[in-house]
């Protein structure tokens, strides 16, 4: 076995003493720092590289830090004006994962970079921490890559933000035929839970 190798077990086993110290002392870290910043290395080089990831020039890792938890509808106090069944405010649940916002967030950021892939690092309480690997599409050593240089047609700008990463394409239920990612979940939950007195039953 090779030294990825030995990091990957090692990753899988978090709650042993080293991995939940290491979580620990490197989720303070994380906290210290911006919201958004560049990462000198891959903090899971095994990972990375499982995802595409080179110790090359035209690569780059960016670390960010998404808030858990739901998201509430931007209304103004409070007030949705509409049907009743549509006032909720507080327990929404965004359609696309935490990793998806993440990604979506640092490419905002990096305009010039393509999103190529992004892993979870870390997560606390309040925050859930991921690296976002990109790819600058007009450097040499990309553009001249035969197995690279994919992302430098002009059909992969902004790719995160059409579901065309792994974490998008996840999200959008496909493969799962045509009636499963038509049936809003809202009231598919209402349908199963409503207590139904009809005359014959």
Not at 45 to 56: C, V
Not at 81 to 108: D, I, M, W, Y
Request: proline content about 4%.
């Amino acid at each position: 076995m090779g030294a990825y190798k030995y990091i990957e077990e090692l990753q899988k086993k978090k709650q042993s003493d080293v991995l939940r110290f290491l979580l620990r002392v490197r989720c303070w870290e994380y906290r210290q720092l911006n919201v958004i910043h560049r990462a000198s290395r891959p903090s899971r080089p095994d990972k990375a590289r499982r995802l595409g990831y080179k110790a090359k020039q035209g690569y780059v890792i960016y670390r960010v830090r998404v808030r858990r938890g739901n998201r509430k509808k931007p209304v103004k106090k409070g007030a949705t004006f509409g049907k009743p069944v549509r006032q909720g405010v507080n327990h929404l649940k965004f359609q696309r994962s935490l990793r998806s916002t993440a990604e979506e967030r640092v490419a905002r950021r990096c305009g010039n970079l393509r999103v190529l892939n992004s892993y979870w690092i870390n997560q606390d309480g309040v925050y859930k921490y991921y690296e976002v690997i990109l790819v600058d599409p007009s450097h040499k050593a990309v553009r001249r890559d035969p197995r690279m240089n994919w992302i430098c047609d002009p059909v992969h700008k902004r790719r995160e933000s059409r579901g065309l990463t792994a974490a998008g394409k996840k999200n959008r239920g496909l493969g799962k035929g045509h009636r499963h990612n038509h049936q809003p979940k809202n009231a598919v939950w209402r349908r199963n839970n409503t207590l139904s007195l009809r005359r014959y039953r």
